[in-house]
């Protein structure tokens, strides 16, 4: 049997059929029922409907496996489990709810702190795109072909890539500090970014400032490195899952390729 083959399976078919719930929720008339969480971050009902799909059907198949999911309550059991589940049932709520289509859908499978598989679903174009350890990343399009993709080889004249609703200071310092390297930026929603990125359409992504959760990042993280890139932390360290803090204090960066200038002293 492959590696991995029955949980990249079992999460293929609970994120189509997630996607296919958010799209009928997203194109409905009806109200999102939008609520404001603890964090003072959205959450709709699309968000409620898609994490239960995907969260039964893991434990389900997988009863061993942990999960951290940004809408199931956190009871710290995962961090006594080597394989964990990590999931945003919908990532760029706040897409969803300005109706802009750059949301997503994001699962993720970290094995002794590592991610191993990573599925990010597009539903507006519905477009899934995953990686699995060793094996490379793909994408499997809207026409049912699935492809293999690789991030760009340029040097210079970069498209770079920073979130539509949260942009620091410290973003737009490194943009500014590399303006000669930077020909276009690039605002986009959701871990989307990624996406563009592992399939060469833009060259850097990063977010420099605390705001982020192991959800966000996780399947990012995979995609990116088995399509060629490079996603670490801003020191160029990588990111070690499964934490009890699942925040992302450091922010990260992305990139087609490694270079030293794009990385804090």
């Known amino acids: 049997m492959k590696l991995y083959s029955k949980e990249f399976a079992i999460a293929k078919e609970a994120i189509i059929k997630a996607s296919a719930a958010v799209m009928d929720v997203y194109e409905s008339s009806k109200s999102l029922d939008i609520e404001i969480k603890n964090d003072n971050s959205p959450v709709t009902r699309a968000d409620y409907i ?4 995907i969260v039964d059907q893991l434990k389900d198949a997988f009863p ?17 489990k080597e394989y964990i589940w990590i999931i945003d049932p919908l990532d760029g709520t706040k897409d969803f709810i300005k109706h802009d289509d750059e949301f997503a859908i994001n699962i993720a499978l970290a094995k002794n702190g590592e991610i191993v598989l990573g ?4 539903p507006v174009i519905n477009e899934l795109y995953y990686a699995i350890k060793g094996k490379g990343s793909y994408i ?13 080889n340029k040097k210079d004249n970069l498209i770079l890539a920073i979130s539509r609703e949260h942009v620091s200071k410290k973003d737009l310092e490194f943009i500014s500090q590399n303006k000669n390297l930077i020909k276009e930026v690039k605002k986009c929603g ?3 970014k990624s996406c563009l990125l592992a399939k060469g359409e833009i060259d850097v992504q990063l977010k420099l400032a605390p705001g982020s959760k192991e959800w966000d990042i996780a399947p990012c993280d995979l995609l990116v490195s088995e399509a060629g890139g490079v996603f670490s932390k801003p020191n160029s360290e990588k990111y070690v899952y499964n934490k009890e803090d ?6 990260y960066i992305a990139l087609n390729k490694s ?3 794009f990385y804090e002293r």
């Open 50 to 53: 898609s994490n239960k799909i």
């Open 64 to 80: 061993s496996y942990g999960i951290l999911s940004e809408e199931t309550n956190d009871d710290k059991s995962r961090l006594e």
């Open 119 to 122: 599925l990010i679903m597009v």
């Open 140 to 152: 499997l399009n809207n026409k049912g072909e699935n492809l293999k993709i690789k991030v760009s």
């Open 190 to 192: 959701s871990s989307y």
């Open 246 to 251: 699942v925040n992302n204090y450091d922010g």
């Open 259 to 261: 270079r030293k200038e």
